[in-house]
């Protein structure tokens, strides 16, 4: 576990171990758990989720945040909530709440937290670091990334501009530097592993695969795909100096610490969850 200390593989199954594995949360069961976070994972406690959760932030973003409310002949339908804000699309669909009440699953076909389990949370925590680690030297990979296709772009047409010099293996040169120049420059980058993600969740689902139809798989792999874009895309909103973000830094995370806290209630479910946090 990445984000958190040696000390707590020891902490946390005696926490398992000294009360039953399945009972359920309380204040008492997340006491001292970010004390046990390196200071650099902070941020990946859950209980920033609960405090959010009980406080009202949440709640409030749901029914009040940056969105659309959606209407149906005259009464309003929270399910059809829309949003052009990222983060507020992430938490309309880890949060369908569809009678009016905050609520982190429906029964709709394609819905996550209808089939979620603490690992596929802690997924999406791990996918949300990644996110941290790739998304503020993106912009200078593709500048590096760039300058080297302008720079095989001119040489080409040097080459083309005298005929006496042109030939085929030549451009096969000057195309094959660029590409090794590109493989080198991307080594200095951290970058996101998005299949690796992609096959995570696939893995994760093949328990309900026979608790689903062909249509049902594909629009739950398809809404899967959206929740991970969205996490990228509300982090890069954060992270943008030209983004008018209006969220403090990490409510993302909080988000999905927050659907992880009122989702899930026993301590086995907690202990799953710290354990999956990036290996």
């Not at 670091?129 to 302008?150: G, K």
């Not at 943008?240 to 209006?246: C, D, H, L, R, T």
Request: some cysteine.
């Amino acid at each position: 576990m990445k984000f958190i200390a040696p000390l707590f593989k020891v902490f946390v199954p005696l926490i398992s171990l000294s009360q039953v594995g399945n009972a359920i949360l309380n204040n008492i069961s997340f006491k001292n758990i970010s004390k046990q976070f390196k200071p650099e994972y902070q941020q990946y406690s859950p209980v920033l989720g609960k405090v959010a959760l009980e406080r009202g932030l949440i709640y409030n973003l749901r029914f009040f945040g940056n969105l659309t409310e959606g209407v149906k002949e005259g009464r309003r339908e929270y399910v059809s909530d829309k949003s052009n804000d990222p983060l507020m699309q992430l938490l309309i669909l880890l949060f369908p709440s569809s009678a009016g009440n905050l609520a982190s699953s429906s029964e709709g076909i394609s819905n996550f937290g209808k089939y979620a389990t603490p690992e596929m949370v802690a997924t999406l925590l791990n996918f949300a670091d990644s996110c941290r680690r790739f998304l503020p030297h993106a912009s200078e990979l593709e500048a590096e990334t760039q300058a080297i296709n302008d720079k095989k772009a001119e040489a080409i047409k040097i080459l083309k501009r005298d005929r006496r010099f042109y030939t085929d293996e030549k451009i096969r040169n000057v195309a094959e530097q660029a590409f090794k120049e590109k493989e080198e420059i991307s080594k200095k980058y951290y970058k996101i592993d998005y299949d690796k993600y992609k096959k995570r969740f696939k893995k994760l689902f093949d328990p309900f695969f026979y608790n689903l139809s062909r249509r049902g798989l594909l629009l739950l792999s398809e809404n899967v795909d959206n929740i991970l874009l969205l996490v990228e895309n509300s982090i890069k909103n954060e992270i943008s100096a030209q983004s008018e973000n209006i969220y403090p830094t990490y409510t993302t995370e909080q988000v999905i610490l927050a659907f992880f806290c009122h989702k899930f209630n026993t301590k086995s479910d907690l202990w799953v969850f710290l354990s999956h946090l990036n290996p």
